[in-house]
């Protein structure tokens, strides 16, 4: 049995700094971050934070849940890979950017991700559920596998990304469609 959470509210870590390295089996609940840089969280829980912006480089996000959190601009790409596996749970990630980044088992689900840079990504085993794509890039993106049939406004181009497997409604061919320019009633 895991012993509980360490609970941290209400702190403004770009204002009171840490000197702590490493978190593991932290919840975090309305904290503000500018920077993760260099530091380690396993298995910790970040509620109702605002990380937007912040700095993730060298950060390592090991099993880490991050619900109702605002992640505006987060260059996720810069995170260790090793481990690399994240929760996201309705939160706010508009021009996020997971550029090369394999993802591991990481769930999306109920976000709004406007404009996320998912270029060169490995998605394969990863799972985007009720999400919003609007503008999200996709390019030499394996997709492989996944399931885009409950999230909406993306466009995936088939001939740019590796699609084997993937699951589409029938009513967003459009999506796969659209740079051939044809009309689809």
Known sequence: MKPNKELIKNTNFSVDKTD??????CEFINCIFTSLKNLEFTECVFKN????????????LQDVTFSDCKLLGVNFSQTKDFGFCVLFDSCLMDYASFD?????????KNCKMHGVNFTQADLSKAALINCDLYEALFANTNLSGMD?????NFLVDPELNN?????????????LLY???????
């Open 20 to 25: 702590r390295e490493e978190f593991e089996n």
């Open 49 to 60: 934070c605002n990380l937007s912006n912040a700095d993730f480089k060298s950060c390592k």
């Open 100 to 108: 090369r980044k394999r993802m591991n088992k990481s769930i999306f």
């Open 148 to 152: 885009f049939t409950t999230s909406k």
């Open 163 to 175: 699609i084997k497997k993937a699951k589409f409604l029938s009513q967003d061919l459009h999506a």
């Open 179 to 185: 740079r051939h320019d044809i009309v689809i009633l």
